[in-house]
């Protein structure tokens, strides 16, 4: 099975990235599910019921998030509502949502997500690595394809999780930071792994935001108001393919795609 993951997409220049090369990317990789990170499409903090839909209708199969799940209000009852867009499985119990799903394709086939949120630098949530361990553990009740999304902040973490999970989990794919790196390889239990799979939105910025107002919160301290950037615009991600028996990945390969490049 051969699966995208697309990295955070930024704002309105993310928007019209996955507009403009989605498809096209779903077809000329012959992708058969794709995972998104829509937790900044928003403004580039948070995401909208309306922008989810228009995510989910434009191909993508299912949406993961992280700390900026929460930032616009009108998403908390849609995240009941709609078992397709998933928040991090360690916030406490009786949040909104859910932190992973079981997802079925045409040909029968089951892909599991589950979307995990760091603590190093970040919220004191519940233990990630705990929390992910007992998730992995009921997705594997109906499924060997499972892809985790590890929102976090620290590369340590990350790699951390990568091995904590090796041979549990077919991917663990690390978002947040917004860069793109380039350690993505297929760990010795079968687990694809990168530390952050990038950004969908524009390049000439401070990861995503424009680069003046960065600088000047930067210079000055001021926490003025972020805006996000709108040139160099493109989508970001990693194909992985997978064994549908073992659940095993068996390749994964980085993609950049400019928004000038759409056919």
């Known amino acids: ?54 995510f989910l209708d434009q191909g993508v199969d299912v949406l993961t998030s992280g700390n900026h799940i929460w930032a616009k ?32 394709l045409s040909n029968g086939e089951k892909v599991g997500v589950l979307n995990l949120e760091g603590r190093v630098f970040m919220k004191h949530l519940d233990c990630p690595f705990r929390v992910g361990e007992k998730e992995v553990e009921l997705l594997k009740k109906e499924t060997n394809i499972i892809l985790v999304d590890f929102h976090a902040e620290a590369t340590s973490e990350k790699v951390a999780m990568g091995w904590f999970l090796n041979g549990k989990v077919s991917a663990v794919l690390g978002t947040h930071t917004h860069v793109q790196t380039s350690d993505e390889r297929i760990l010795n239990g079968g687990t694809a792994y990168i530390t952050d799979v990038g950004m969908t939105g ?62």
Do not use: C
């Not at 996000?228 to 028996?245: K, N």
């Open 1 to 54: 099975m051969r699966i995208l993951f697309i990295g955070d997409i930024i704002g309105k220049a993310g928007r019209q990235a996955l507009e403009g090369v989605l498809r096209k990317v779903i077809a000329g990789h012959k992708i058969e599910f794709t995972i998104a990170n829509g937790e900044n499409a928003a403004g580039g903090m948070g995401i909208t019921p309306a922008i989810a839909i228009d």
């Open 73 to 104: 209000k009108e998403i908390l009852p849609f995240l009941d509502e709609e078992h397709r867009i998933l928040r991090p499985a360690n916030y406490p119990p009786q949040v909104p949502g859910r932190g992973r799903g079981v997802f079925h």
């Open 202 to 263: 524009p390049l000439a910025s401070v990861i995503g935001i424009r680069k003046q107002v960065a600088l000047e919160r930067l210079l000055t301290q001021i926490p003025w108001k972020f805006d996000v950037a709108t040139e160099e615009i493109e989508l970001q991600g990693v194909v992985i393919d997978v064994d549908s028996r073992t659940g095993k990945s068996q390749n994964i390969h980085r993609i950049k795609v400019p928004l000038d490049e759409r056919g």
